[in-house]
């Protein structure tokens, strides 16, 4: 079965301490993306990656960071500088990228991390 | 700069009654638009898509959507709701060529027995 898997499905941390969030796809997509959900806000782009060992910074970086060594990974660090770290993390994948077209993105079942 | 707009943060409804869930974009250039749903703490699933042709799509499930250039609109409709559809829903925009996804903040379907 093709997918985005994430792990772990919660995650509780310490204020001050960094946590990795891991996303693992099979899909053999080019493009990864890490977005945050928060009640009433939809989704923000955190960072995404158009291809391994390249990634860009999206709508709200700061306080995050990533890597993109593997085609099929793409895990997210939410650092103690991350302000506000509680939240739903969605990681999602697409086949890639055209300059005729847009391809539909896929989700996994995200990661809720509570930082107290 | 693209922008989507849900009109309605929560839609309350009856078992087998219609619905519309409403969603305007801003888009100087040409657009395709989705629209995903969200089951609780669940990751987003496409629902359906207009990327050129027919304006009018459907997904496998009964919903259907109509892109309207000249209202720069998304609407999504179903006849009749099931309280299984109880979800949130996203519309989304994103141009041709470009690498960013721009969602809505959903709208909260609520069907009710």
């Known amino acids: 079965d093709g997918g985005i898997t994430q792990s772990p499905k919660y995650l509780f941390r310490k204020e001050g301490q960094n946590v990795t969030l891991s996303c693992e796809q099979n899909l053999n997509h080019d493009a990864m993306y890490w977005y945050r959900q928060d009640p009433g806000q939809g989704l923000r782009l955190i960072y995404y990656s158009q291809i391994v060992n390249d990634f860009q910074k999206g709508d709200i970086a700061e306080g995050y960071s990533v890597s993109r060594e593997k085609k099929e990974s793409f895990p997210l660090t939410v650092t103690s500088a991350q302000k506000n770290p509680t939240a739903f993390y969605l990681c999602?994948?697409?086949?890639?990228?055209?300059?005729?077209?847009?391809?539909?993105?896929?989700f996994g079942p995200g990661t809720r991390l509570t930082v107290t | 700069a693209q922008s989507v707009t849900q009109l309605d943060s929560q839609v309350p409804v009856f078992e087998e009654a219609p619905v519309e869930l409403r969603c305007n974009y801003s888009?100087?250039?040409?657009?395709?638009l989705f629209w995903y749903v969200q089951y609780p703490n669940q990751g987003l699933q496409l629902l359906l898509k207009?990327?050129?042709?027919?304006?009018l799509v459907e997904s496998i499930n009964g919903f259907e959507a109509e892109f309207n250039k000249s209202q720069t609109s998304f609407h999504l409709r179903k006849p009749s709701v099931h309280i299984s559809d109880t979800a949130e829903y996203f519309c989304?925009?994103?141009?041709?060529?470009?690498?960013?996804?721009?969602f809505g903040a959903g709208t909260r379907l609520f069907v009710k027995a």
């Open positions: 999602a994948s697409s086949i890639g990228w055209s300059r005729h077209r847009t391809y539909e993105q896929y």
């Open positions: 888009s100087s250039v040409s657009v395709y």
């Open positions: 207009y990327l050129s042709g027919s304006t």
């Open positions: 989304a925009v994103s141009v041709t060529g470009g690498f960013k996804t721009i």
